[in-house]
């Protein structure tokens, strides 16, 4: 049964660790984020962009894959399903659909309406027992087609959307989205830290996690970073597995074309990529 990312996220905040928010695609990444959560025995936020879930043929059949899977693999780790960078209506419609967590982005809207339309949603949320996060300063990169030059969140505004009962706050410390360039400066470890000044307690989201060096990624959770997103590392992995099945002309031997066979080498690169991630944000072994 999935659950609200809220006790997970607040145990990491008081352990110092951070929970692995890996995004899915497809069925074939459902199936290989669960087994390897399972297996580092971590719990875990599986989470579901805008375009990820039209791809997938809408919400409801995203929340009704991932819960016949925990299902059919037994799985016994805590896992949310989490709405990635909403929009006001994703996030309804993610609501009616069965998430048990759900990111507003309002980032790009005026302070006023990023505020108005939070607070709505965090009632809601909080009525159903559903965990919400919402996100100030625009993290860089491109996301479902929104792109953002990275931009670090003002202290001030956090505490205001903090303010009105968020679960979590996605806060802009120069992160980017997707794969970082050569010479990014890095993590704007200063913000962070005012940011953690300013809104005391709060767990922390670094979105924009896949590339950052790992001990850049610890010391972020050291100073309350409490999730920690996850995709672009796991598509890599994924199509550099397949890249190389096909190259070794595996497809060519026997039924190898079988998308069964062709796709395996990709899903296990995923299920290890997210063990090693847990391993690395200190969530493997807290389920």
Request: overall charge negative.
């Amino acid at each position: 049964m999935l659950v609200s990312a809220k006790e997970m996220i607040t145990a990491a905040r008081q352990g110092q660790y951070a929970i692995g928010a890996i995004n899915i695609n497809n069925l074939e990444w459902i199936k290989a984020v669960l087994q390897g959560c399972e297996e580092a025995k971590s719990p875990v936020i599986m989470q579901v962009s805008c375009g990820a879930g039209k791809y997938m043929d809408g919400f409801e059949n995203v929340v009704d894959m991932v819960n016949h899977c925990m299902e059919y693999q037994k799985i016994t780790v805590p896992v949310a399903l989490h709405l990635d960078h909403g929009t006001y209506d994703a996030a309804k419609e993610c609501i009616a659909a069965g998430f048990s967590s759900i990111m507003f982005d309002g980032s790009a809207l005026p302070i006023e309406e990023n505020l108005a339309k939070t607070k709505e949603l965090a009632g809601i949320c909080k009525e159903k027992g559903i965990s919400l996060e919402a996100e100030v300063g625009a993290i860089g990169g491109e996301e479902d087609g929104v792109v953002g030059m990275g931009e670090c969140a003002d202290p001030a505004e956090c505490k205001m959307i903090a303010d009105l009962g968020v679960d979590m706050l996605a806060a802009g410390i120069g992160n980017i989205h997707g794969v970082y360039p050569e010479g990014w400066p890095g993590l704007r470890f200063d913000v962070l830290e005012e940011i953690t000044k300013t809104v005391p307690g709060m767990p922390l989201v670094l979105h924009g996690g896949s590339g950052i060096p790992d001990e850049m990624v610890q010391k972020a959770i050291s100073m309350g970073v409490s999730k920690v997103n996850v995709n672009t590392e796991c598509q890599l992995v994924f199509a550099a597995a397949t890249r190389k099945y096909i190259e070794e002309n595996k497809d060519r031997e026997g039924k190898g074309f079988d998308p069964r066979k062709l796709l395996a080498p990709g899903c296990q690169a995923i299920t290890d990529m997210v063990k090693y991630k847990m391993e690395v944000f200190g969530c493997a072994g807290k389920a």
